[in-house]
């Protein structure tokens, strides 16, 4: 059984020491990836900075679960990088934002979040095995000199010497937990590293080389673009992909750190804090975001389990943008790649191949195809998407070969179909081989006890082989359907006999919390 936090409770018993080093690990991490989606976007690096502070404020104390870190992630970068070439202005991008914080509000509002249980273990184990892959791929970029076209591999002396901060970072993560575990690994690996490099002057590659982090508060501003409908029909096809990329990426990972702490969050919540964090974002310079899976999971191994670090991490970008820039511009890539690493390590799903023997084929088909959608085209959304509709195809491909007719003539002539299996447009072929219109006897009872009339479609199918009994002159009568299904048979109830006194009843079972 689940622990149901008190996602509203600011003050309940946290440990201090945890959240507070917890939150500094993740700042270290966050701050060097929202340069990099920035300026990979062409925004102005502070942009970046700004997305993280407020993404990461706002989410922390009013999101969906504690423990949950956001920024600007690069699922909802690509999005508005793609307004960003079109529209030529950076204006638009902050109008976009604007309008998928809208959409992910209504969306909470109608919690519609809830239907996120609706994408299966196999979508979820390639969900997170190509996010992985990405995780660790994305740390490629940082041994590379330049952007876009102009990049250029690094090599010789500064190519090893990064590898071996890389390498020494990953050797500190590894081993310091089996001393103590009182102070993040993270944290200790990147601090030590820095020691290191410091002290010995050696030549890497630096936050500084990436961009400054000194800036000011975010300044408020109203995007300036024509409140024309021409303007809306640039920017809602951008505002609603990052709505849709953000909330799937958030519930997905919301649900991901539900299963690793094994309590439960709130998805509806979830979708109102990304909204009112974008909202922010588009009216204050940010570029916006949605949760970020690798900074979750190192803010979850850094023992966090509260709220506080992320607002600890949140406050801590804010800092380094005012007072902190000179010494964190210091800090070596080859430390924060070193844990993003470790990250990618953590995050890949190993258990997925174990699995494997259990499947059945059409789930293993469905998890490399999820991941493979992830990984080449970093479109999360789509990847989903895909997943749940092949699964939701095979499910009823499946359910349709298990309808089945248990047939007999009673002592008075009347013949008997007893049908077992869900009715549904995927069965409706089956269903119909069950019946000998032209050999039944003159009356015949068609018994739904054990199955169900799942859709229009069996409707449809009924109606039908109901004509087919009137053409031959005999009498059809259906029993033990459901309600919904009376009141939409009843316009042919003069040739359908319906037991009304043994129809089941069906309820749909739903969340109260929300």
Known sequence: MKKHLNLFDLSQKVNYKTEI?????????????SLMFAILAGFPPLVGLYGAFIMGLVT?????????????????????MALMIRADGLEYV??????????QLIVGLLKLGKFIRLVPQPVMFGFVNGLAIIIFMAQMKQFEIGAGEAATWISGTPLYTMLGLVVFTVAIIIIFPKITKAVPASLVAIIVVFIVVYVFNIETKQVVDIASVSGSLPPFHIPQVPFTWETLTIIFPFGLTMAAVGLTEGLLTLNLVDEITETKGNSNRECLAQGSANILNGFFYGMGGCPMIAQTL????????????GI????????????????????PIAALVGVMVMVAIGTFEWASFKALRRMPRSDIFVMILVTLITVVLHNLALAVLIGVIISALVFAWESAKRIRARKYIDEEGVKHYEIYGPLFFGSITAFNDKFDVANDPEEVIIDFEESRVSDMSAIEALNKLTEKYLQSGKKLHLKHLSKDCIQLLENADKVIDVNVMEDPTYRVVVDKVD
Do not use: K, Q, W
């Open 312 to 331: 600890i991490a949140a406050l801590t970008i804010l800092l380094i943008i005012l007072f902190g820039a000179p010494v964190i511009e210091l800090v």
């Open 21 to 33: 080093l917890a939150g500094l690990t993740v700042a270290m991490t966050m701050i060097p990836e």
């Open 60 to 80: 922390a104390i009013f999101g969906g679960r504690p423990g949950l870190i956001s920024g600007g992630a690069g699922a909802t970068v690509v999005v508005v």
């Open 298 to 309: 190192v803010n979850l191994s850094a023992g966090s389990r509260a709220r506080l670090s």
């Open 94 to 103: 902050f109008a976009a934002v604007i309008l998928a914080g809208v959409i």
